[in-house]
Each structure stands twice: as structure tokens, then as C-alpha cells.
């Protein structure tokens, strides 16, 4: 990949003359469109026929645009493979939850773990790697589409199979497996792993032991399709692969992306949770630490489907997006779509242009994204991401044990948004990581909503509190064992018992009736929760009201150098909010947390350094309220709406005052 901003589009010449794809050549060019990706829906245009492939089409293409200084994201097609594979044959297909056979017509339709797809897959996946693989034109490869965007776990034959050999590597013998789950609950003991069904429709719900581990199962089977497939293709082809993900598709993005070269996600987000798009930005930064991110789908004014569609944004929007995209780590921008779909399930959807070739509703916004694009580029190709002192542990696998066990409604991705937006308001430079992330660097660590906290994790973030960091666990954090069931020692386990509390119970805190204080500050506690007895530890937060009135629901615990502070509960509505920015504010200060800003509500900061230490502010507006943020010795710069500005330091280390 060249070392340039990429402004990107996503398009579909096979569905056009050729008439159009030349118009569209001139418009991306005047348009200043430089990347554009293509193909992943395009299996039956390579193989028409079962057998009859060829690429000539895609390999011309890639080759002309380039001619054309537009350079190519690849596709494989495999979202949607062609009616010669799909007719007549309802084995290949996914089946859902329900026992529903999908059928040909939209896209994700095949079971991905079906022997005969992996074969097609295989075959069209190096042909297209032999055709186009070392191409100039071609940067990078993108593997499918949104893998499990439509469908969640596939209950088909094949997966059944698959289901029992993963479960006998797992577990190795049925005894070990009943053991582990508790299976003499409601009369569900297995004599064979034959015998486990998969998470089917049943009178009541399902064991959570199966329904977390069939997750399980399933991302890590869609994980090793993707390995397969990229071990196809760099036998053809260096240039980088990845993949267009989300935080909501039934996948874990850290195990899919592990063998990936860079992350990519999709959003559409609408402005009003402009601190999704944000927390999309640091995880997939986090993701792929040191290598940039793609936005590889967004939408130049609003989303839709034939069944509903989004609000426009505001003009200004999608430049602050784009500025924030590249300033936190992005390298490239990119629409869903070029040219509005002039048939299928997606004729609303915006675009760039018309399908009748004009400039669409967002067309300004485009135009002047690529202004700013070319302002940054010199900037961002000479800076990187300043590393925050803050690190924020976000996890599909949590995500999943919620998905099994949601409470009254618990919703992982906006839960951990609602938290994560309390760093972003107090203007926290911070950073996202998976499970396995490094936190060599970091001063405070903050693990919510992790139910199963692994050895390997707990054992990290020791090392991690005994060589200085302050570590605040919860709430939710460490109250089901690696099997999805409760721990038989100690409510949280091995986590509460090294931070110094004794769990006395774990129960839903009704916010209605029941508030906490700490730090001076009373609010209501709500959300699954648990209440200590100090044991070592000090408790620095209280129970005001409710059942466990004068337990501690916030305790803080020195260990080696630093400090584990554990958050038994969730502060809730406006008081919450104080309450939650007042905790993280006083172990931020504690933890010596330094990289931060001041900025107004609705602006945002993205600290960037060169290698030899100088420092840089991308500061934008993203809510269209204008904002203000304070420069040490410059003082106050105001912002107008949407807009930003690179505030250059010149002496190293300013920034770093708080
Ligand atoms: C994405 C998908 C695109 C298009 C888009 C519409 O989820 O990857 O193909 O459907 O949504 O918003």
C-alpha cells in the first residue's frame, strides 16, 4: 500500500454498461475518489457457469483504473455464491436458530462450513489471487462481506458434525464435558457428544454452557475460513488482507482478524452517537496496533434499504467524520456506495452519484472531504497516534456471555459505548484493546463488563498493577467461569480474592431504589452487581439505599506498585454519569494520566506524534454545536461547527501537561 490517504468508494462495474463505467472513471477522478473496492458480491459474473471461471473482467478493471490513478481494494465473492451452487441443494445453506432454511436471492445464504462451498470458495478465491495478485493496480484484498452481518450461528447438518468434533477436542471426554457444564440440570446429562444438540429451538432456553460455547465454536469456524482463504491468496499475491467488520455481527474480530494484515470496519452510524464512531475508530486502531485502519463503508449522507432508511447528515458531518477516521489512526475513508443501485434490496441507500449519473445529496460533503484529505495527508504520513495512558478492554467473547445471558436487555456494544463516552467527554485520549492486548505503557486499565475474566487476563493485569498501573475491574467483571457457569469458591473468583474483598453477594441492584456514594458524590446503582466486605482492601464507595445499605459497591486495593479498585455496580441515570466521570477522574489523576484535554462536549482531540517526540492536536467539532478546547500557552481556541484544526506544539512534551 502506497504511503497515502485513501478516499475510497465502493463500486460494482459489473452491473453497468460500459458506457457508465467510463462516466464513472471521469466522475471518481473529478471527484477525487483514489481507491475504490470491488467484487465481493460478483461470484456468478467470475463463474457464470460452475467451472467456467474467469476473471478477465475484474483483472481488466483493476488494470484501467489504475491507468486512471485510482488504485483497487479486491474482493473475494464468496458472500453470495450463484444459483448453479445454491439451487436444489438446501444442505449448502444456512440454517438459523428457527430451524429456517435460507434460500437463493440475497447474500450469506450458504452455510460457510459446508465442505462444497469451501471447495468453490477455494478454486474462485485463487483464480482471482493467480488473475489479479500482483497487479500494481491492486493494494489490498478484502476477504467476503461482513462476515455474519445477516446470520448468526448455523445450525445445518454440517455445523452439527463440526460442533461434536470441536466439543471432544475441547473437553476430550463426555464425563469431562458434564462435569464442566453441570449437565444433570434439568435431566441433561450426555452419554456421547453425539447426543449434544446445538441451540435449537427448545420449550425454555437453552443451557448457557451450550449457547456460549456454540458461539464460540462458530466464530472460531468463521476465523478458519478466513485463514484459509488468506493462505489462498498470499500464495498469488503480497499485498495486505483484510476484512470489513462491525462490533455487532456474531464474530470475534480479535480471533478473526489474528492471522489479517489490517482491520477494516463498516459504520453507519448516525450522528447522533457520534461517540460510536468513535469507539469504532479506537477499537479497530487497538485491533491492529501500529498499522492503520480502514473505514471501508460509510455512507456519504444517510443508509437505507427498501424497508427503512437513516436521516441525512447534517452538512459538515461527513467531514468531521473523515477528519476523525484519519487523525485516530485511519489511512483509508471510504462510501458505501459510488453509484446509487439501480436494482436489488438497496435502490434507496445514498450515494455518490445518482444512478442516473448526477452528484447525489451528499455530493458537496465528498468534495470537501477530499480537501481535507489532501490538507492531512503530510501531517498523518509524518505522525502517528500518540499511545494514551488510558487502555479500555473491549471483547467479543464478553459480548457473547451477554448474548447468552442478557438480563433485562443488556446490550454489550451499547453499554460499553455509554462507558467508554465518559473518557471521551472528560476528553481522555484513550485507547481500545482487545482481550489480549499488550498494556506494556499504559497507566490505568478499566475492564467492564468481562463475566469471564481468563487466567491469562487476570494474570496480565496483575503484572500489570504490581508494576504501577491502576486497574478498575467492573462492573460485571468476573462473575462466570470460563464454561458460563457460576464459580463455586468466591462469587468472582480468583479476581476478588487478589483485590482484597469478599463478595457478599451478587444480585440486580434495582435503580430505583437503591444508590451508592463515593468521592462525595450519591447516585443510583443499577445493573447486575456485586457488594464487598473488605478484606485488605479499603472501601471507598458505600451503598446509601436498598437491600445492602452500608456495603461497599467501589474498593480499592494496593497491590505491588499500583492498585486494583473494584466497581461492584453501574451508577445510573444524570447523577450516574457524574458519579462514573468522578471515579474515572480521580484514578486518572492517581494514575498520573496525562494525555488529555479539556475539550467542550461534542469536539474531539486525537493526539498525534512524529517519530522524534513532537506532538500534534487534530481537534474537530463532530455534533455541529461549535466547542472550544484550551491550548497551553495559547489559550483558548474556539471551533465552528464541524470544523477542525491541527494545533501544532512546538516544544516537546507540551501536550503532556494536564
Ligand atoms: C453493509 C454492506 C453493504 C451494504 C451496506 C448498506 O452492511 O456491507 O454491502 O449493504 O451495508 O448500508
Redesign the pocket.
Known amino acids: 500500500m502506497a504511503e497515502k490517504l485513501y478516499h475510497g468508494a465502493?463500486f460494482y462495474p459489473e452491473l453497468w454498461d460500459e458506457k457508465t463505467i467510463a462516466e464513472d472513471i471521469e466522475l471518481m477522478k473529478k471527484t477525487g475518489i483514489n481507491v475504490v473496492r470491488i467484487g465481493e458480491f460478483a461470484w456468478s459474473k467470475m463463474e457464470p457457469e460452475e467451472g467456467e471461471i474467469d476473471v478477465s473482467f475484474f483483472k481488466n478493471m483493476i488494470t484501467r483504473l489504475y491507468e486512471n490513478g485510482i488504485e483497487t481494494v479486491l474482493c473475494t465473492p464468496t458472500p453470495t455464491p450463484p444459483i448453479w451452487f445454491s439451487h436444489g441443494h438446501p444442505e449448502r445453506m444456512h440454517i438459523d436458530q428457527e430451524g429456517r432454511v435460507m434460500s437463493h436471492g440475497s447474500r450469506q445464504h450458504a452455510c460457510t462450513n459446508n465442505a462444497y462451498f469451501r471447495e468453490k470458495s477455494a478454486l474462485i478465491t485463487a483464480e482471482l489471487a493467480k488473475e489479479a495478485g500482483r497487479l500494481p493496480g491492486l493494494i489490498a484484498w478484502q476477504l467476503d462481506?461482513?462476515f455474519k452481518?445477516h446470520i448468526a450461528e448455523c445450525m445445518c447438518g454440517t455445523c452439527k458434525t463440526l460442533w461434536h468434533d470441536w466439543l471432544r477436542a475441547r473437553y476430550g471426554t463426555i464425563e469431562q464435558l458434564n462435569e464442566e457444564w453441570g449437565t444433570h440440570i434439568w435431566s441433561e446429562y450426555y452419554q456421547s457428544f453425539e447426543q449434544i444438540p446445538q441451540p435449537v429451538a427448545t420449550p425454555f432456553l437453552h443451557h448457557s454452557s451450550l449457547q456460549t460455547m456454540y458461539r464460540i465454536f462458530s466464530s472460531e469456524k468463521i476465523a478458519e475460513f478466513a485463514d484459509e482463504q488468506a493462505e489462498i491468496i498470499r500464495q498469488y499475491s503480497d499485498a495486505p488482507i483484510t476484512h470489513?467488520s462491525t462490533l455487532f455481527f456474531s464474530v470475534d474480530n480479535e480471533r478473526l482478524f489474528q492471522h489479517l494484515d489490517f482491520a477494516s470496519f463498516?459504520t453507519?452510524t448516525p450522528q447522533e452517537k457520534m461517540e460510536s464512531y468513535l469507539l469504532n475508530c479506537d477499537v479497530w486502531r487497538g485491533l491492529k496496533k501500529n498499522t492503520p485502519y480502514w473505514v471501508m463503508?460509510t455512507?456519504t449522507s444517510y443508509?437505507a434499504?427498501l424497508e427503512s432508511y437513516a436521516n441525512p447528515h447534517a452538512n459538515g458531518y461527513l467531514q468531521a467524520e473523515a477528519v476523525a477516521a484519519y487523525a485516530l489512526g485511519g489511512q483509508g475513508f471510504c462510501y458505501?456506495l459510488w453509484r446509487q443501485q439501480r436494482s436489488g434490496s438497496?435502490q434507496p441507500?445514498s450515494a455518490v452519484i445518482s444512478a442516473w449519473g448526477e452528484p447525489s445529496v451528499g455530493y458537496r460533503n465528498v468534495l470537501q472531504v477530499e480537501e481535507i484529505r489532501k490538507e492531512l495527508e503530510p501531517i498523518m504520513l509524518r505522525t502517528k497516534p500518540v499511545q494514551a495512558d488510558i487502555a479500555i478492554t473491549y471483547s467479543d467473547r464478553a459480548r457473547m456471555y451477554h448474548l447468552t445471558e442478557p438480563h433485562n436487555g443488556i446490550h454489550y456494544k451499547d453499554l460499553m459505548t455509554e462507558l467508554y463516552n465518559v473518557f471521551v467527554t472528560e476528553g481522555f485520549h484513550r485507547d481500545v484493546l482487545p482481550e489480549g492486548g499488550d498494556l506494556t505503557g499504559y497507566k490505568l486499565l478499566f475492564t467492564p463488563l468481562l463475566p469471564y475474566t481468563s487466567d491469562d487476563y487476570l494474570e496480565k493485569a496483575k503484572a500489570f498493577v504490581e508494576a504501577g498501573g491502576i486497574w478498575i475491574a467492573g462492573p460485571m467483571t468476573g462473575g462466570r467461569t470460563k464454561e458460563h457457569t457460576i464459580h463455586t469458591d468466591r462469587a468472582l473468583g480468583k479476581l476478588e480474592q487478589w483485590a482484597g474483598v469478599k463478595t457478599l453477594f451478587t444480585f440486580p441492584m434495582d435503580e430505583k431504589t437503591t444508590a451508592g456514594e463515593a468521592f462525595g458524590k450519591e447516585a443510583p446503582l443499577g445493573l447486575w452487581s456485586a457488594v464487598f466486605e473488605p478484606e485488605g482492601a479499603e472501601a471507598v464507595g458505600t451503598v446509601t439505599k436498598g437491600v445492602t445499605s452500608g456495603k461497599a459497591f467501589l474498593t480499592e486495593y494496593k497491590a505491588g506498585k499500583g492498585k486494583v479498585i473494584m466497581l461492584g455496580s453501574l451508577p445510573r441515570g444524570e447523577e450516574g454519569k457524574e458519579l462514573m466521570a468522578q471515579i474515572i477522574r480521580h484514578y486518572a489523576s492517581e494514575a498520573g494520566v496525562t494525555v488529555k484535554t479539556d475539550v467542550s462536549p461534542g469536539t474531539i482531540a486525537a493526539p498525534r506524534e512524529t517519530e522524534d517526540g513532537q506532538t500534534f492536536w487534530v481537534v474537530v467539532n463532530m455534533d455541529g454545536k461549535g466547542g472550544r478546547v484550551t491550548v497551553p500557552s495559547e489559550g483558548t481556541i474556539t471551533f465552528e461547527p464541524y470544523e477542525y484544526k491541527v494545533i501544532e506544539f512546538k516544544k516537546e512534551g507540551v501536550l503532556h501537561e494536564s
Do not use: R, V
Request: aromatic content about 14%.
Open positions: 465502493c462481506n461482513e452481518c470489513n463498516d453507519y463503508e455512507s443508509a434499504s458505501w438497496e441507500h
